[in-house]
C-alpha cells in the first residue's frame, strides 16, 4: 500500500512562531506553541501592568476578562453565560469535582483513556469525601457504538454522581462519540464533565452540540493560546453550584465572575487570548484542521511502516479532524510511565525530535501531532531514525 500524500504546506506558517528550527516539534498536543503575534500582545498587556499595577488590576479588568471571556465563548459555540475561565483543563476538572458536594458512597465514573492528572484529582477528591470511582475499560479498536454501549452499562443510576469522558483522548489520540455518551447519560439520570482538552482549535464540534452537564477545554493547545488559558463551561442548572478552587474578593459575584477571580494572577494570558484565535482565522480555520488532520496522518503511517506496524494494525482516530495520532511501539516497550519518560527524552536528545509517549493497557505507544509548522520530512526524519533508537534499547 502506498502512503497517503502529505497536505500541502501552510506557505509561512513556520515563521508565526519562535519555535527552535533544530528541533521537530511533533507533539503539539501537550503544551502547545504560542504564535509570536500572541506573545506580543501578552507582552503589550504585561507593559501595561507593570506601567501601573494598581490601575491595571483596579480599574476595568474583570470587565476586560469579561470581554475575552465571551469572545472565547463564540469562538467555542458555548453560551456566554455559562462559560467561566480558568488556568487549564486539570484545574477545570478541579472546579467541578469540588463542586459537587460528593458523599460517602457516591460514585465517579470514568474510562481508561482518561487524563492521568485528571484522575489523581478524582481519586484525592473520593479520599476527601468517601466516594468511590470506577474505570470503565474501553478497548482501543472499540466502535462508537460500543463506545456507548460499555458507557450505558457502566453507569448506576442514582449511585454515579458525575461520568467523565474525554473528547479527545491524551494517551490514545481517540476521538470519543461524546454527544451520544452525552444523551445516554442523560437518559440514565448521570452528569456528565467532558474533558475536552484538545478539542478548542482542532475540533469543529461546538460546545453545545456536545450537550455535556461541564465541558472542559484549553485553549493553550490548538487554538494558539498563551498557557494558562481554559474555558470551564457549566449547563444552566449547575452554575450556582459551581465553587472555585480559590475563594477571594469576587465570590459573591456569583458565578461565572467568582470562579475566574483568584486574586492577584496574571491574567494577561486570557486577554490575549483572542489573537490566538485571530492567528488561527488568518490562516483560516478550516484549512488549518485539514492540514494537521493530513499530516498527522502522513507521519502516523510512514513511522509505522518504518516500525514494521501493518497499516490495518495503526489506531484510527475516530474522526477526519483529529490531528494526533498513535503508532504501536514494539511489545515491551514504554510500557510503564517511566520508560516511556525515559524513551521520549532519549528521542529528544538523540533525535532531536519531541513527541509524546504513553504506556497504555501494557502497550507502549508514541504519538505524533500535525500542526501548520510541521513539514512532512520532520516525520520521515523521525521514521529513518527510530527504529535504530528503539534497537539499541
Ligand atoms: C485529555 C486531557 N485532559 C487534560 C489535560 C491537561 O491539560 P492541562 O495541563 O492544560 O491542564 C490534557 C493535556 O494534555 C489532556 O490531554
Known sequence: ??????????????????????????????????????????QRLRDEMEANPLRFFTQGLVDRIAHARRHLAAFLGADPDGTTLVGNATAGAAVVLQSLALRPGDEIVT???????????????????????????????ATDEEVVEIVRDGLRPGRTKLLIVDQLTSPTARLFPTAAIVAVARERGVPV????????????????????????????????????TAALVVAPPWRERIQPLVVSWEQDSGFPVRVEWQATLD????????????????LGVDRVRAHNA????????????ALGV?????????????????????????????AARELRARIADRLSAEVSIAGWNGRGYLRLCGQVYNTPDEYDRLAVRLPTLLAQG
Not at 485528571?118 to 466516594?131: F, P
Not at 482516530?317 to 498513535?326: F, N, S
Open 267 to 282: 491574567y494577561t494570558g486570557w486577554l490575549a487570548a483572542p489573537v490566538g484565535l485571530f492567528t488561527l482565522r488568518s
Open 1 to 42: 500500500m502506498t502512503v497517503p500524500q502529505p497536505p500541502e504546506p501552510i506557505p509561512g506558517a513556520r515563521l508565526l512562531f519562535s519555535l527552535d528550527p533544530s528541533v521537530s516539534h511533533l507533539n503539539h498536543g501537550s503544551f502547545g506553541a504560542v504564535p509570536i503575534a500572541v506573545q506580543r500582545a501578552q
Open 193 to 228: 464533565l467532558v474533558d475536552a482538552a484538545h478539542a478548542p482549535g482542532m475540533l469543529p464540534a461546538t460546545v453545545a452540540s456536545v450537550g455535556a452537564d461541564f465541558w472542559v477545554g484549553n485553549l493553550h493547545k490548538w487554538a494558539y493560546a498563551p498557557r494558562g
Open 310 to 338: 501493518a497499516p490495518e494494525r495503526l489506531p484510527e482516530p475516530g474522526g477526519p479532524a483529529v490531528a494526533m495520532r498513535l503508532v504501536p511501539l514494539p511489545p515491551g516497550v514504554a510500557t510503564t510511565l517511566d
Open 111 to 141: 474510562t481508561d483513556h482518561g487524563y492521568g492528572a485528571v484522575a489523581l484529582s478524582v481519586a484525592r477528591e473520593c479520599a476527601r469525601t468517601g466516594a468511590v470511582s470506577r474505570t470503565l475499560p474501553v478497548p482501543l479498536t
Open 294 to 305: 493530513a499530516l498527522a496522518a502522513y507521519g502516523q503511517r510512514v513511522v509505522g511502516d
